[in-house]
């Protein structure tokens, strides 16, 4: 992805399992524009997965990373999959607060059904329902906060999902 002067159409935040890469995904091929997932980025530029920076060098230099990806990110032309964790760190929070953004919300239930709560999420490795309904609740008033738009992804395929953003960020 490169820097564009009009910075991303939209920028999907949520929890993991909330479809922000599929819905992501989807949104920009209806849009006609580019996407990027932060997560991504971090994981071709470091060489290595998530969950292995989360081992290797602990969950603090992790969040550094990102913060400095989703700040090149807002820079970018299209459409931006932030990563669950990101809004959670104040930089990263004030960057978000003036953009369009959509909190695709999800419950425990469809989440786990998404991501099956692998190890390759590694704040979901120990106890996993505990630990995501414990992260929920403590980033919903963020993730609510920062949200221009919420589009509740229960029981619904991407393919309306991403329709939903699509519309909203159409304003139609």
Known sequence: M?????GPVVLLIGPPGSGKTTVGELVAKALEVPFVDTDQVIEAEQGRRIAEI???DGE???????AEAVARATTWDGVVAVG???PMTESTAALLESLPVVFLDVTIADAAVRVGFSTARPLLAVNPRATWTRLMAERRPTYERLATWVVDTEGRVAEDVAAEVVAKVNHE
């Open 2 to 6: 490169t820097p564009a002067s009009g």
């Open 60 to 66: 603090p230099h992790f969040r550094e990373l990102e």
């Open 54 to 56: 989360f081992v290797e």
């Open 84 to 86: 669950g964790g990101a």
